[in-house]
T-cell receptor, first 114, second 121 residues
């Protein structure tokens, strides 16, 4: 069975600094998708970034980028120039190419200090 | 704007009553919707996959008779918590998969509702 692990329950970053959130996963599939979702205090789930496993190039969305290491089954999220509005719970998620359900990690609560 | 509408956003009711939560896709027809439960500071736990026109697929450990799911139309899925008790108090979130043409299901956008905070007294 596929699993997603986020080993950092909480992280803190100074405003304007860079922070990296870790995520590892376990799967026997070779083709799948990985996501990072943000859940601010409003509890709405917001897609931050997605990565297709067959693409070697790391995805980037403005200040958000990922470091996808397929062999190591690692998918970390880097937030550059952190802003107060980045404070939220961040969830890493996996879905296999054949479809099915999104599998979420435990989440990392990010706080941003002014 | 929101593409998935979830209603109500908050409900407080007495133990023993049944509560219905609605999830609507606004800009697309969703053949597949999902229902999640989330406890404070924890991850989303998938309860069931709602398929339009057929029975929902429940995750292991989720009581089918307790959490009734109906997906009678392509834009509406409902979750009914029957005979609710305090232990059913939680945050419930739905999501709907947007069947964008040319994209495989895993790559199709999954839009989330804003959630429902259910409190059973």
């Amino acid at each position: 069975a596929q699993t997603v692990t986020q080993s950092q329950p909480e992280m803190s970053v100074q405003e304007a600094e860079t922070v990296t959130l870790s995520c590892t996963y376990d799967t026997s599939e070779s083709d799948y998708y990985l996501f990072w979702y943000k859940q601010p205090p409003s509890r709405q789930m917001i897609l931050v970034i997605r990565q297709e496993a067959y693409k070697q190039q790391n995805a980037t969305e403005n200040r958000f980028s990922v470091n996808f290491q397929k062999a190591a089954k690692s998918f970390s999220l880097k937030i550059s120039d952190s802003q107060l509005g980045d404070a939220a719970m961040y969830f890493c998620a996996y879905i296999r190419n054949q479809g099915g359900k999104l599998i979420f990690g435990q989440g990392t609560e990010l706080s941003v200090k002014p | 704007g929101a593409v998935v509408s979830q209603h109500p956003s908050r409900v407080i009711c007495k133990s023993g009553t049944s509560v219905k939560i609605e999830c609507r896709s606004l800009d697309f027809q969703a053949t597949t919707m999902f229902w999640y439960r989330q406890f404070p500071k924890q991850s989303l736990m998938l309860m069931a996959t709602s398929n339009e026109g057929s029975k929902a697929t429940y995750e292991q450990g989720v009581e089918k008779d307790k959490f009734l799911i109906n997906h009678a139309s392509l834009t509406l899925s409902t979750l009914t918590v029957t005979s609710a008790h305090p232990e059913d108090s939680s945050f419930y979130i739905c999501s709907a998969r947007d069947p964008v043409r040319g994209k495989k299901p895993p790559d199709q956008p999954q839009h989330f509702g804003d959630g429902t905070r259910l409190s059973i007294l």
